[in-house]
């Protein structure tokens, strides 16, 4: 069965590093492309940025653009997100996701997440 | 602010029928981009209830139900049940922010 486990999450301060993995099993994540969305406490989910299945193309939120990087290793099938800069308003729960294309319109578009990990917490706080 | 909208909350005895709706415009949902549900259980990572606009993924009960019209989209659920009491957000994608975006999230309450 498919499965994503987060890791790397911790208490960080404002303005240093951390970098986020993601390990997938049960399918052949050079296959799909995969994403990133998080959680800030007691709020909604937020995009953060997706990855193609053989890592050419990437696309970020503009509240991330610049200071995050998603990459992967499909040898190791492992998704990773290499956060810098961190601010407060980073603080959430990352999930990793997998992308699925829409296709019922004849021609495939952006579509949806079809499984999630369960998340890793990220604090910045001084 | 979300670029989807929808109720802060429902609410629902059990046995009834609640209908969540989702408001987009015409660089998301308008622009034909499909929408899709997901169900947060309390404490847990959300999980896809709805896909493109109306199918169900193997084992979602049928009480769950999509549809989409124009800029807008809505999550029927019927025979209301005590499981059901989670948050619901919609998502589509949107050509104007070349992103993925979400509903703010429906908190929906069993009475």
């Known amino acids: 069965q498919v499965q994503l486990g987060e890791s790397g999450g911790g208490v960080v301060q404002p303005g240093r590093s951390l970098r986020l993995s993601c390990a997938a099993s049960g399918f052949t994540l050079s296959s799909y492309g995969m994403h990133w969305v998080r959680q800030a406490p007691g709020k909604g989910l937020e995009w953060v940025a997706v990855i193609s299945y053989d890592g050419t193309n990437k696309y970020y939120a503009d509240s991330v653009r610049g200071r995050f990087t998603i990459s992967r290793d499909n040898s190791k099938n492992t998704l990773y997100l290499q956060m810098n800069s961190l601010r407060a308003e980073d603080t959430a729960v990352y999930y990793c996701?997998?992308?699925?294309?829409?296709?019922?319109?004849?021609?495939?578009?952006?579509?949806?997440?079809?499984?999630w990990g369960q998340g890793t917490l990220v604090t910045v706080s001084s | 602010q979300s670029v989807l909208t929808q109720p802060p909350s429902v609410s629902g005895a059990p046995g009834q029928r609640v209908i969540i709706s989702c408001t987009g415009s015409s660089s998301n949902i308008g622009a034909g981009y499909g929408v899709h549900w997901y169900q947060q259980l309390p404490g847990t990572a959300p999980k896809l209830l709805i896909y493109?606009?109306?199918n169900r993924p193997s084992g979602v009960p049928d009480r769950f139900s999509g549809s989409k019209s124009g800029t807008s989209a809505s999550l029927a659920i019927t025979g209301l049940q005590a499981e059901d009491e989670a948050n619901y957000y919609c998502?589509?994608?949107?050509?104007?922010?070349?992103?993925?975006?979400f509903g703010g999230g429906t908190k929906l309450t069993v009475l």
């Open positions: 493109v606009n109306s």
């Open positions: 998502q589509s994608y949107d050509s104007s922010l070349s992103g993925w975006v």
């Open positions: 996701a997998r992308d699925r294309v829409d296709c019922s319109g004849g021609s495939c578009t952006r579509g949806y997440f079809d499984y």
